[in-house]
């Protein structure tokens, strides 16, 4: 489905240059999406803007900075943030989140992940228990922050969970980050989404996803944008992937969390399902449905911030944006998804949708 997190993650200026003129041999759109499906490129770099209109309310002065997750991520969800990327194989990556007086560092090399924030100086280090072993990397480790930042994620996203139900089209060639692309542009068949439709630039010789852009209902410009503004398929220099702590940067080292999917006993199963959201519906209209305990929801529903860009509806609070919209129940849950408040009402009164913990 089309989570807030998947969407969350991506949005930037799409970076084809005006007037360059492409001519690319025919391709269908199952064609492109194969090609994309087919890519297998696990070594570049480069850099990637990201930009969204959501039509998010002003934060307050002074709440998004607070260090709360909800301002983190609205701050992520607003304006233009540029990042590089650097990636060869599977276990060495970086990502660089460039700010205006500010970098933020993920890093992974082999069994090493590293988080660096320059204006705090602190750094945070963490041991892979198995490099070897995708399914063992660290939760933010620098593979996903990667895939996260660029196009990638998205891209991956959209084919899978509303290819099915959407209408498929080619849109024009272009160079996108120098380099000739396919664009394959999805239209949800359903009215019960805020996506009025989203097109993904694909790599001509690699399949590799250059740019994904999301319209909003409504809206002409785009909602949400993430594309590569260069990029090369080289190796990058091994050197980037060293970190060493800088002078008088605090170092806090931390234990790298056991993958959940390998928990052995029967309870440890079951407190991981009772974390996972439950998927109502498929493709553009999909609600994720997310039990909170008693603590978490009055916590949640106490938040300033939550006050402050949120209102009152029948049954809870409710958070829109251009693409997505949030419920938080009376009760606990949080609703979410690209839908319109009648769509996450619905699902919230169903009774056959998991109640609070």
Do not use: C
Not at 54 to 69: C, T, Y
Not at 141 to 149: K, L, R
Not at 228 to 238: K, M, R, V
Not at 280 to 289: E, F, L, N, R
């Amino acid at each position: 489905m089309l989570t807030p997190a998947v969407i969350a993650v991506g949005s930037v200026a799409v970076a084809s240059q005006a007037g360059a003129a492409v001519d690319l041999p025919d391709k269908s759109p199952q064609e492109v999406l194969a090609l994309l499906a087919a890519s297998t490129e696990d070594t570049f770099s480069g850099e990637v803007e990201q930009s969204a209109d959501l039509g998010l309310p002003a934060l307050p002065e002074g709440m998004a900075g607070d260090g709360a997750d909800l301002g983190a991520a609205l701050e992520m969800l607003s304006g233009t943030h540029t990042a590089r990327v650097f990636v060869d194989g599977p276990d060495r990556a970086r990502l660089q989140v460039l700010e205006t007086l500010a970098q933020r560092d993920v890093i992974r090399n082999g069994a090493d992940v590293w988080f660096w924030d320059s204006a705090e100086n602190a750094v945070v280090h963490m041991t892979v228990p198995n490099p070897a072993d995708a399914a063992s990397s660290a939760p933010g480790d620098a593979m996903a922050a990667v895939d996260a930042m660029s196009p990638t994620d998205l891209a991956e996203a959209l084919v899978a969970a509303a290819e099915p139900t959407s209408d498929l089209a080619v849109g024009q060639d272009a160079l996108v980050a120098g380099r000739p692309a396919y664009e394959v542009i999805l239209t949800p068949r359903t009215t019960q989404t805020l996506v009025a439709s989203a097109s993904i630039a694909v790599d001509a010789e690699t399949g590799l996803p250059l740019a994904v852009t999301i319209y909003a209902r409504g809206q002409e410009t785009p909602a949400f944008r993430v594309a590569f503004t260069s990029i090369d398929l080289d190796a990058p220099d091994a050197g980037l992937f060293d970190f060493t702590p800088p002078p008088g940067a605090t170092v806090e080292e931390e234990t790298a969390p056991a993958h959940t999917g390998s928990t052995d006993s029967a309870a440890g199963q079951d407190a991981a399902e009772r974390q996972r959201p439950s998927v109502i519906g498929t493709g553009w209209d999909a609600v994720a449905v997310m039990p909170s305990d008693e603590a978490g929801a009055a916590s949640l529903l106490s938040d300033p911030l939550l006050a402050q860009i949120s209102s009152d509806v029948e049954g809870g609070r409710y958070l829109s944006t251009a693409l997505v919209g949030v419920l938080v129940t009376d009760d606990g849950r949080v609703l979410a998804g690209a839908v319109p408040l009648s769509r996450l009402q619905a699902v919230a009164a169903d009774p056959a949708v998991p109640a609070a913990q």
